[in-house]
């Protein structure tokens, strides 16, 4: 075998110098590349480690909006989501679970800007109009290929309503419900519930907005509606007069079902807002938040 020829003392000192600036360039480079975005995916595994307190402060943001932090929700804004249709009054658990992220984030209540944004359109394809969306959005699979979600804030359950003296006024069974004629806003776990769980014998009535399946259920064009059940009960004391909540569903053994909220696909906040949503959930603000504007959400009988 043909051993190769040594360097002379010149050219180890050039080979060496070479070696030493290639390893220098890689390195620069490397700090110059872009970051891996997978960690803002929406998982709370990894919020953790890529949210650290520096990165996370209102100034180093890149929000929407420089200084502000600009907040989606849909119009119009219902109880007991928000109050009085007015996202930026702090009132209802939305509201105030978006004004708790923004104070974790470094925003003061003056620098949230709320945007008008359809309830579809949050979680389709293609760039956003806001930080995060906030509008009772479930995170799903079929969803977070679209968009990024938060770790979820509140914990969903299903229930039905309908008119005293409809049909199902009484049922107390699923099958109680199988010859109903029911309603839900598209593109909603409500809508899911219905075909899914309920099975009904009947298609269900499918409505843009959830204030027309409310004016259907008022006119009596459906027999019952399936909503979350805070606005279950929001419908019965406030919208619909002699309406009543006939009962939630089981979610015992079903996949557990939460509102997350909605960032745009591979956004640079998906990482820090999940932390402080994770952070508003151990140190018992979302509870504390849930008891003082849902706490009339107990209490519905279970349909199985």
């Given at each position: ?19 030493l600036a290639t390893t220098v360039m890689a390195a620069a ?7 891996d975005d997978t960690a803002a995916s929406g998982t709370p ?46 009132k209802g658990y939305e509201s105030a679970v978006a004004y ?205």
């Amino acid at each position: 075998m043909r051993l190769a020829k040594p360097l002379s003392p010149s050219r180890q000192v050039l080979a060496s110098a070479v070696l030493l600036a290639t390893t220098v360039m890689a390195a620069a480079l490397a700090g110059c590349s872009p970051q891996d975005d997978t960690a803002a995916s929406g998982t709370p595994a990894s919020s953790s480690a890529a949210a650290t307190s520096a990165s996370c402060t209102a100034s180093a943001l890149p929000t929407h909006t420089a200084g502000k932090l600009t907040v989606g929700t849909d119009n119009p804004a219902y109880d007991p989501w928000f109050s009085d249709d007015k996202p930026s009054n702090g009132k209802g658990y939305e509201s105030a679970v978006a004004y708790a992220v923004a104070k974790q984030l470094g925003f003061t209540p003056g620098q949230v800007v709320w945007q008008t944004v359809p309830f579809n359109s949050a979680f389709s394809p293609g760039v956003k109009n806001f930080d995060f969306d906030i509008n009772q959005v479930s995170i799903s699979a079929d969803r977070k290929k679209a968009v990024d979600f938060s770790p979820g804030y509140y914990d969903v359950r299903q229930a039905v309503v309908a008119r005293k003296g409809s049909p199902i006024a009484n049922a107390r069974t699923l099958a109680d419900l199988k010859d109903a004629k029911l309603g839900a806003q598209v593109g909603t776990s409500s809508l899911d519930t219905i075909t899914d769980v309920v099975k009904p014998s009947k298609q269900p009535a499918v409505y843009q907005r959830n204030d027309l399946a409310v004016a259907a259920l008022k006119n009596g064009q459906v027999d019952g509606i399936v909503v979350d059940l805070p606005t279950a009960f929001y419908i019965t004391g406030a919208q619909v007069p002699g309406a009543k909540v006939v009962g939630q569903f089981d979610t015992a053994g079903a996949p557990s079902e939460q509102f997350g909220l909605v960032l745009d696909k591979g956004s640079k906040l998906t990482a820090c807002v999940s932390a402080a949503v994770t952070k508003l959930r151990t140190d018992g603000t979302l509870a504390a938040l849930e008891k003082q504007w849902l706490s009339d959400a107990v209490g519905a009988p279970v349909l199985k």
